[in-house]
Structure formats: structure tokens, C-alpha cells
């Protein structure tokens, strides 16, 4: 019996990474030719070629997106008043 490797079940479509991260397919298509994140698997001969991505590696390539403020918030809100 042959061991294969263990693949993610929550494989999906391209459609479906670019409507949680917020841009649409071209720009993840464009993402992909250029050898930037997210993760994707590849799979299918030639033309065929079908794209998935991990739901699990966008939410985390998402995770990784966020950006803390560099100015702490404070309690007072300035109304523009010296």
C-alpha cells in the first residue's frame, strides 16, 4: 500500500479566495504568475490546469496582512481646539 501525503479538504476556487481576501481572481492570478502569497496547489494537465487554494493558508496569509496602528489610540478625541 502506498503512503500519500495528506492534502487539505478545504480546498477552494479561486473565486472563492479572492471574495475572502477582497480582490478579485485576476489580481490572485496575477499574484500566482508573479510567486507571491497566498499558497496555492496546482493540479491537471496542460490547459486543464485546475488552481486551488487552502482556506486555512488564505485566512493565515490574511492574518499575516494585518497592520497595528503606530499611534496609540487615546481616551480624548481631538475636536481641533488648542
Not at 41 to 70: I, M, Q
Request: charged share 25%; net charge positive; proline share 9%.
Amino acid at each position: 500500500m502506498t503512503n500519500y501525503p495528506q492534502y487539505p479538504r478545504d480546498l477552494i476556487t479561486t473565486a472563492d479566495a479572492a471574495r475572502i481576501l477582497g480582490v478579485s481572481p485576476n489580481t490572485l492570478q496575477m499574484r500566482r504568475a508573479a510567486g507571491l502569497p497566498p499558497r496555492f496547489y496546482k493540479y491537471g494537465p496542460g490547459r486543464h490546469t485546475h488552481v486551488r487554494y487552502s482556506r486555512r493558508d488564505v485566512l493565515d496569509y490574511l492574518a499575516l496582512c494585518l497592520t497595528e496602528p503606530k499611534v496609540k489610540a487615546t481616551t480624548e478625541v481631538s475636536r481641533g481646539r488648542k
